[in-house]
Nanobody, 120 residues
Framework: QVQLVESGGGLVQPGGSLRLSCAAS????????MGWYRQAPGKQRELVAT???????NYADSVKGRFTISRDNAKNTAYLQMNSLKPEDTAVYYC??????????????WGQGTQVTVSS
């Protein structure tokens, strides 16, 4: 069964860094898109950073210059390196991927979410 498993969240001080990981497993033929979203209390889920078709990247204006999305194709894993963290980055971060399965279907999958808290 296809799964996205997230890790790397936690509590950090303002100005600190975290790296989130999102590992895809199961009957995956190819990864079409992969990215990160976040949802803070009382707010809508928003895009943070994504790979799009063709491996181009897209970042929210609020994280440009601080966050970097990357991937390890051999491990089917995406990463989100978060530097210079601010309290307003506090949210549950979700990995998302559009995957082509070995059954020949394309589908959007979500990870379970990982909490990032930036506080002194």
């Amino acid at each position: 069964q296809v799964q996205l498993v997230e890790s790397g969240g936690g509590l950090v001080q303002p100005g600190g860094s975290l790296r989130l990981s999102c590992a895809a497993s199961g009957g995956i033929f190819s990864i079409l898109t992969m990215g990160w979203y976040r949802q803070a209390p009382g707010k809508q889920r928003e895009l943070v950073a994504t790979f799009t078709t063709g491996s181009s990247t897209n970042y929210a204006d609020s994280v440009k210059g601080r966050f970097t999305i990357s991937r390890d194709n051999a491990k089917n894993t995406a990463y989100l390196q978060m530097n210079s963290l601010k309290p307003e980055d506090t949210a549950v971060y979700y990995c998302n991927a559009v995957l082509r399965t070995t059954m020949g279907t394309d589908y959007s999958y979500w990870g379970q979410g990982t909490q990032v808290t930036v506080s002194s």
